[in-house]
């Protein structure tokens, strides 16, 4: 490792002066480190800062310094480029994210000696096709959700795989999730959890009018299409949770496997199975 990036979610601002210490550390160290625009502007470098895309590009790996949802946004920048990412929680949960605050510097020590593995996610690809022509193409770690607007009306929806009709509902949506998405959007659904070193696709209907809908497991090489059925109210396409498309009446939305995966580097032992036990009871007493 020669060049680490840094990116800081600015909400998280009053982990800035942690996120300082690291970064003369690895100055420190001979070591070129890089800032986003949103650190550097935290930091008060605004003139060092890069964009998300370049800083990914010249990166030999990426210190993501927030909660799970600042790691799948810049998941979705780095993936496709082959970066991987270091994840450092200053949020609540922190599912995707590797170590504490507190542990950041044994950590470090771990990774700059060369003790880590790279752990690989699967990702998903959407597209959306209107009229039979493309429109649009985007990536997510966790899930691609299909879903009603504000107004409390149900939408028809379609799905398909590889061509052949699955079940068709009225519903408020339907989640296409990844084994990472598992734990997400679709667990609060009513989905499966699903260790993440395997790849499937998990469709799980949201609160659907009819007993037949339930969750549905899929293998990786299957193409979900979903056919939105309605003319009423504002139907979007979302990729985990942040990015957003407008859909049409009878637009086709098809989920498959992204050619590329997610990396994360990882300096601890810790299984998929105690960070679940960890994480869930953690949440589960912040809301007692």
Not at 14 to 22: G, L, M, S, T
Not at 211 to 218: E, F, G, Q, Y
Not at 244 to 252: I, K, P, Q, V
Request: aromatic share 8%; charged share 20%; with cysteine.
């Amino acid at each position: 490792m020669k060049t680490i990036g840094l990116v800081l979610n600015k909400e998280k601002y009053k982990v800035a002066p942690v996120v300082e210490k690291i970064y003369h550390w690895l100055k420190n160290r001979n070591l070129n480190v890089l800032l986003s625009d949103e650190c550097a502007e935290t930091l008060g470098k605004p003139k060092e800062g890069l964009p998300p895309e370049k800083l990914a590009r010249v990166s030999d790996c990426i210190l993501v310094w927030g909660g799970d949802g600042t790691i799948l946004n810049c998941t979705r920048v780095a993936a496709p480029l082959g970066t991987p990412l270091y994840g450092i929680n200053a949020g609540r949960l922190g599912f995707l994210t590797e170590v504490d605050i507190p542990d950041i510097l044994p950590g470090l020590e771990r990774l700059l000696s060369g003790r880590y593995v790279i752990e690989e996610r699967m990702m998903l690809e959407a597209r959306v096709y209107r009229q039979g022509k493309l429109v649009e193409t985007s990536w997510g770690l966790n899930d691609a959700v299909i879903s009603k607007g504000a107004f409390a009306r149900l939408i028809w929806l379609k799905i398909y795989a590889n061509n052949e009709l699955v079940n068709n509902y009225p519903a408020d949506g339907v989640i296409i999730a990844s084994p990472t998405g598992s734990t997400a959007y679709s667990l609060s659904a009513g989905g499966p959890l699903v260790g993440p070193n395997i790849d499937l696709m998990v469709v799980t209907p949201i609160c659907p009018h009819t007993l037949s809908a339930r969750p549905l497991v899929l293998s990786p090489g299957n193409v979900v299409s979903v056919t939105t059925e309605t003319s009423r109210g504002e139907i979007m396409l979302t990729l985990d949770g942040q990015y957003g498309f407008r859909l049409e009446t009878h637009d086709e939305v098809q989920v498959r496997r992204a050619p590329f995966k997610a990396k994360f580097i990882r300096t601890q032992k810790n299984s998929f199975y105690s960070v679940l036990r960890e994480k869930l009871e953690e949440w589960n007493s912040s809301n007692v």
